[in-house]
């Protein structure tokens, strides 16, 4: 039995006995080498549901932003790693119950998909134990690399090039399941903190403030660099932010529902001065 139809049948399971009124899962794109996110509420629909190795978004975030976890009912979910990373920092951030939300967890490599076995986020702890220890954060990335051996004002160039395209349409943020805020700092302006026009000054301050804000916290899904319309590289931002928690901090984003957020927590015995 192929993959799909096991998980077809996990979530007719759920949805037959009630023990979830919704499945979030991927169906076809409007292209063939595209997927996008569907929401089953019947057993009729399951046939919608597809899952091969298309099926990269984090999809997550809609369990906040959409409200799905509201009324207290329990909802299924298909999740990569990274989406199960996003679940247990949006449980550590108190953004949703944890026990509402059914894990249908799977990984890709190449062309094969395999399950993964458990349906809560506490089933999983042994497995993101075991990504964190793998060096997918590493700085083995050429082009970090490239960046690294620039000089600071060769870096800031190339950093200013790429921003120079962004037009703030906040795709970014509104595919990032770690952007739930209900008001963005960029929608303020009474004080205004940051110019929303797409210039230089203002772009850099969008783009820096986002990432600082997803420091210790990004789970590196890609979805903010595959919704950028003028393909910025934002994963390079996220990667480098990523190895700078791993290295400075020894903090993976996501790693339990009861992590302590890297930039909102201290120890005692912090050798920095700062804390005496
Ligand atoms: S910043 Fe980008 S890569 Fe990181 S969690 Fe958000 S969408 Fe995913
Ligand atoms: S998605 Fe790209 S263009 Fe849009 S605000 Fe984000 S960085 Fe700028």
Same mark, same amino acid.
């Not at 919704?22 to 019947?42: E, I, K």
């Not at 999983?124 to 793998?134: A, K, M, Q, T």
């Not at 928690?245 to 890297?262: I, R």
């Given at each position: ?9 996990? @979530? ?8 979830? !009124? ?30 091969? *190795? ?17 009324? *207290? ?70 082009? $970090? *690399?490239?960046?690294? !051996? ?20 906040? @795709? ?35 783009? $820096? $403030? ?9 789970? *590196? ?20 932010? @990523? ?23 201290? !120890? ?9």
């Amino acid at each position: 039995m192929s993959i799909e139809v096991q998980y077809r049948n996990r @979530a007719k399971e759920l949805l037959s006995s009630g023990e979830v !009124k919704l499945v979030v899962g991927y169906t076809g794109g409007t292209t063939t080498d595209r997927r996008r996110p569907v929401f089953v509420s019947s057993a009729e629909q399951v046939d919608r549901l597809v899952l091969d *190795e298309l099926c990269i978004a984090n999809l997550s975030g809609y369990l906040v932003t959409e409200g799905l976890l509201s009324d *207290e009912k329990r909802v299924a979910i298909f999740l990569r790693p990274e989406g199960i990373r996003s679940i247990n920092i949006l449980a550590a951030e108190n953004q949703l119950n944890p026990d509402q939300v059914v894990i249908l967890g799977f990984e890709t490599a190449g062309n094969t998909i395999k399950l993964l076995e458990g349906s809560n986020a506490l089933d999983f702890i042994e497995y993101v134990v075991s990504l964190s220890e793998n060096p997918v954060v590493s700085d083995s990335d050429p082009v $970090i *690399e490239k960046l690294e !051996k620039m000089n600071a004002q060769e870096r800031f160039s190339f950093w200013q090039d790429e921003f120079s395209k962004c037009i703030k349409c906040y @795709a970014c943020r509104q595919a990032c399941p770690m952007c739930y805020c209900r008001r963005c700092i960029v929608d303020c302006n009474q004080p205004q903190w940051i110019n929303t026009s797409a210039h230089t000054l203002g772009n850099f301050e969008w783009n $820096i $403030i986002r990432a600082f804000h997803l420091a210790g916290r990004c789970v *590196e899904c890609g979805n903010c660099d595959r919704a950028c319309p003028v393909n910025i590289p934002l994963r390079l931002i996220n990667r480098r932010m @990523a190895i700078e928690s791993k290295n400075s901090f020894d903090h993976y984003a996501g790693l339990s529902m009861t992590q302590e957020p890297m930039l909102a927590s201290f !120890k005692k015995d912090d050798s920095e001065t700062f804390i005496l």
